[in-house]
């Protein structure tokens, strides 16, 4: 199983991106699906969840600002981001784990604002 992101990039302050996270192979159940960021020289950081259910929880830093969904169907999940900030840049990596506590995570993806 590989979760494969896109949807990164350079963008100005103010402006808006939307990371997709897609898993392929075989996964019978995906519980949670979590996006997660590390900026330069930081520690990795939980910015949106997911449940199965739809309910989402967000880090302060990014609320009222992204947006996090899901197509249970195709096991993708998205991370639609605006409003964005110099500190939101980073790398944005997106993790699932099942109902077992199996969990996968994606390669990671680059999201540079520019001030």
């Known amino acids: 199983v590989q979760l494969v992101e896109s949807g990164g990039g350079l963008v100005q302050a103010g402006g808006s991106l939307r990371l997709s996270c897609a898993a392929s192979?075989?996964?019978?159940?995906?519980?949670?699906m979590d996006w997660y960021r590390q900026p330069p020289g930081k520690q990795r950081e939980l910015v949106a969840t997911?449940?199965?259910?739809?309910?989402?929880n967000y880090a302060d830093s990014v609320k009222g600002r992204f947006t996090i969904s899901r197509d249970n169907a195709k096991n993708t999940a998205w991370l639609q981001m605006n409003s964005l900030k110099s500190e939101d840049t980073a790398v944005y990596y997106c993790?699932?784990?099942?109902?077992w506590g199996i969990g996968y995570w994606g390669q990671g993806t680059q999201v540079t604002v520019s001030s």
């Open positions: 993790s699932f784990k099942t109902p």
């Open positions: 192979g075989s996964i019978s159940s995906i519980n949670i």
């Open positions: 997911i449940t199965s259910s739809g309910i989402t």
